[in-house]
Every structure is written in C-alpha cells, then in structure tokens.
C-alpha cells in the first residue's frame, strides 16, 4: 500500500459561482465600477441584468422605486438575488433560452460572463433588442486568467490560462459598426476572505488537474500562505483588477 507523503489535504466542495460572488462581496469592485457606469449611464430606469451572478452590481445601480430584473441560470446565485434587500424579478435561464419581451427594459447590463468574449456579436445583438435605451458591459481589462476563481493568486506556469485582456478579445469580436460608443476603465481590487486557506489550496490544485503527490500541492499552499494577509474572518488574498465599461446607446 503506498503513503501519501503530503498531509491530507482538507477536503470541502466548493462551489466557483459562490467562491467567486463571495470574493466581490468583500472586493471594493461595486464601488469602483459603479460610479463609472453611471456616468456613462446616468438614466438606468428599468433595469435586466444578464447573468447577474450575485446581483451586487445590479442592485448597486437599479434605480429605486424602478424595477429591475435579472436572467441567472445558477440555482445558487439565484438564491443569493432572492436574500437581496430589493430583489429583482429573476429569469432562471441562460440569456439564449430567456424569454424576455423586446425593449421592456431601459438599461441592459451584463458584466464578466461568458458570452461577451465566446459570441460577443451574437450577444450584443440579443441585449441590443432588449434595451429601450442603453447596453452596458463591464469586461476584465486587467492582462491576466479570467477562468479559474483565485487563478490570480498563481503564477502563469501553473494556472496555464490565456492572458490575454478580455477587452481585446471582446472588441476583436465585434464589426466596426458594433463597437461600443464609450469605453471607460477603472482598476480595483479583488479581495477575498477564505476562512481555510487549506480548502482553497486543495481546492485550486484538484481544479488544475494535480494529483495528491504531486510536489506542486505543497509549492501552492505555501505561495498562498506567503500573500495571505490576516482578517477577522479568516485570511485575504488580494488581486489587483482592472475592468472596462462599454456603453452603447439604442437609437
């Protein structure tokens, strides 16, 4: 029988929407970007938040009094918009199948999902049909892994992502007649409270594909360990992010 000569590891599914939605709850990434959303859109109006994740964005920016609503395929993430304290009404589809009438809606956003780098022309027609007034999209500008949760904390050799910004692939997807009318650019910080470094090192590590040996699993634990920084909830990872708001207007 052969000996792991690793200590176990700490073993706890987590889910990556939550790990993530988590880590923009205690990220300064809503009071970086809203501000700038709103001075490229100052009338939000009726509101639809495409793949609204958490929702923090969109309830940041939803106009009070003013419904809004948001389309969220994930059972998760659509319990964490029902425990928001002014809900959106919630399509539980993916943006293709939601059946939401044509301009029912002032103001479209969707931000870091991945239809706007996979079919950003295809998207932004569907959010164009939806908005009475504006789309927005808040995009990673930051040259760095926009898959894997906390792939930031790595370094390239490891997490083995395309670097590339996703402004640039964003904007290579689109015609010159569907380029966005503004752009702006704002930097913040993705800051995540992990309650068990141990459980997020396992974790990135079995996510990568490594094997219970493998020499990687303790070089990871002690990168994270060496950037963790003391919290009362645990320990902070924190990322320096840059992201991208392009706005069109509906004529």
């Known amino acids: 029988m052969s000996i792991s000569p690793f200590p176990a590891a700490p073993?706890?599914?987590?889910?990556?929407?939550?790990?993530?939605?988590?880590?923009?709850?205690?990220?300064?990434?809503?009071?970086?970007?809203?501000p700038v959303v709103r001075r490229l859109a100052p009338e939000i109006g009726e509101l639809l938040d495409v793949g609204?994740?958490?929702?923090?964005?969109?309830?940041?920016?939803?106009?009070?009094?003013?419904?809004w609503s948001a389309i969220e395929p994930s059972p998760t993430m659509r319990a964490r918009l029902q425990r928001l304290h002014s809900p959106p009404r919630i399509v539980p589809l993916g943006w293709e199948a939601a059946d939401v009438a044509p301009g029912a809606h002032d103001t479209v956003l969707a931000a870091t999902m991945p239809a706007l780098f996979e079919r950003p022309e295809i998207f932004l027609a569907r959010c164009r049909a939806w908005a009475r007034r504006t789309v927005v999209w808040v995009v990673p500008a930051h040259q760095g892994p926009r898959g894997l949760c906390f792939a930031g904390c790595l370094p390239s050799k490891w997490h083995g992502e395309d670097e590339t910004p996703g402004i640039d692939i964003v904007l290579?997807?689109?015609?010159?007649?569907?380029?966005?009318q503004a752009i702006a650019f704002t930097d913040w910080t993705f800051s995540g409270v992990v309650k068990d470094l141990g459980v997020l090192s396992a974790y990135l590590a079995d996510r990568l594909g490594w094997h219970e040996t493998d020499e990687r699993r303790r070089e990871?634990?002690?990168?994270?360990?060496?950037?963790?920084?003391?919290d009362a909830a645990g320990v902070r990872l924190n990322i320096p992010?840059?992201?991208?708001?392009?706005?069109?207007g509906i004529t």
């Open 11 to 34: 073993r706890r599914s987590l889910d990556p929407l939550e790990l993530y939605a988590s880590a923009i709850d205690t990220s300064d990434y809503v009071a970086r970007v809203a």
């Open 172 to 180: 290579r997807g689109l015609s010159e007649a569907t380029r966005p």
């Open 52 to 67: 609204a994740g958490g929702g923090q964005l969109g309830a940041a920016l939803q106009d009070r009094g003013r419904g």
């Open 241 to 248: 992010r840059k992201s991208a708001v392009l706005v069109w």
């Open 220 to 230: 990871l634990a002690d990168h994270l360990a060496a950037q963790a920084r003391p």
